[in-house]
């Protein structure tokens, strides 16, 4: 299958600052990215879909402004945490849909976000 | 509201035993199925899908799904599991051929050698 590779995979923060997680599909073009928070011993909740050149749709509840993403190629995604938060420490994960790979979506090892 | 149910949260097995994880939708239109697994310390990875065709999807490492449209269902089944399928295993429907993934709340498996 495809491949699709997150960075960093672990960052810690101080509280009241930025971090920026990227998310590149390597081996075929993603017209669609998706971002994905996971809590533990919870499953995945979308947060947001990005399409290449055009602004994100986020889902019910996530706040845009904090959760900045960014869809500028179609190898690249990022997500930036803004005045990072506790709250905020979590596991994100995205994928990439496209590419010819009709329906399927393709995974990130995920970043794991601690914020002090 | 659209969701995915997964009716197991913790199981445990002994190798050999046979596997069967509940998922049920509630969606009237189209939908494409998958079912993920998520070994210990590593990312998400497709173990089947469902998009047409035959109701009864076989995937890797032997698990197979059964979708049961008049019950919004498509169970995971393993005849004998092993230990190495330990792990987290989330059902997934896209609905209205979308990428939008809605995804179960997850099942932990563990197996006892």
């Known amino acids: 299958g495809a491949v699709v590779s997150q960075h960093p995979s672990w960052v810690i923060c101080k509280s009241g600052t930025s971090v920026k997680i990227e998310c590149r599909s390597l081996?075929?073009?993603?017209?669609?990215m998706f971002w994905y928070r996971q809590f533990p011993k919870q499953s995945l909740m979308l947060m947001a879909t990005s399409n290449e050149g055009s602004k994100a749709t986020y889902e019910q509840g996530v706040e845009k402004d904090k959760f900045l993403i960014n869809h500028a190629s179609l190898t690249l995604s990022t997500l930036t945490v803004t005045s990072a938060h506790p709250e905020d420490s979590s596991f994100y994960i995205c994928s990439a849909g496209g590419g010819g790979h009709t329906g399927e979506l393709f995974f990130g090892e995920g970043s794991r976000l601690t914020v002090l | 509201a659209q969701s995915v149910s997964q009716h197991n949260h913790h199981v445990i097995l002994s190798e050999a035993a046979s596997l069967e994880l509940g998922c049920n939708y509630s969606y009237g239109g189209t939908v494409n199925l998958f079912w993920y697994v998520q070994y210990p310390g590593q990312h998400l990875q497709l173990l089947l899908k469902?998009?047409?065709?035959?109701?009864l999807v076989k995937g890797i490492k032997g698990f197979e799904a059964e979708f049961i449209k008049s019950k919004f269902s498509f169970n995971l089944r393993k005849p004998s599991v092993q230990w190495s399928d330990t792990a987290e295993y989330f059902c997934a429907v896209l609905m209205d051929s979308s990428y939008k993934l809605i995804f179960g709340s997850g099942t932990r498996l563990l197996v006892r050698p």
């Open positions: 081996d075929f073009q993603a017209t669609t």
């Open positions: 469902y998009f047409s065709g035959d109701p």
